[in-house]
Nanobody, 118 residues
Framework: QVQLVESGGGLVQPGGSLRLSCAASGIIFSIYTMAWYRQAPGKQRELVATMTRASNTNYADSVKGRFTISRDNAKNTVYLQMNNLKPEDTAVYYC????????????WGQGTQVTVSS
């Protein structure tokens, strides 16, 4: 079994910063693309950022220049550094990883709430 556990969410004022972490554990032979998604109330889940094992990155236009995705392959962990946060960034943030375990597939974390408000 594979588990993804996110941490680092919370309440922050506009213009502030947060760093999210997502650690994968269990039977893991390899982790390929890791990604962050978010879902705001009443909206569909949307892709925020992705990072391949080769460190190629991709960002949603709405977060470019403010968010940075990174990963530590030795720790099976992906991070999301979020700067200059805006109220519209408020959402539940989920990590997803393409993992080769008993089989190769996509695994999701349970989500962490990020609230940007004064």
């Amino acid at each position: 079994q594979v588990q993804l556990v996110e941490s680092g969410g919370g309440l922050v004022q506009p213009g502030g910063s947060l760093r999210l972490s997502c650690a994968a554990s269990g039977i893991i032979f390899s982790i390929y693309t890791m990604a962050w998604y978010r879902q705001a109330p009443g909206k569909q889940r949307e892709l925020v950022a992705t990072m391949t094992r080769a460190s190629n990155t991709n960002y949603a236009d709405s977060v470019k220049g403010r968010f940075t995705i990174s990963r530590d392959n030795a720790k099976n962990t992906v991070y999301l550094q979020m700067n200059n946060l805006k109220p519209e960034d408020t959402a539940v943030y989920y990590c997803k990883a393409d993992i080769w375990s008993d089989y190769r597939g996509g695994y999701w974390g349970q989500g962490t709430q990020v609230t940007v408000s004064s």
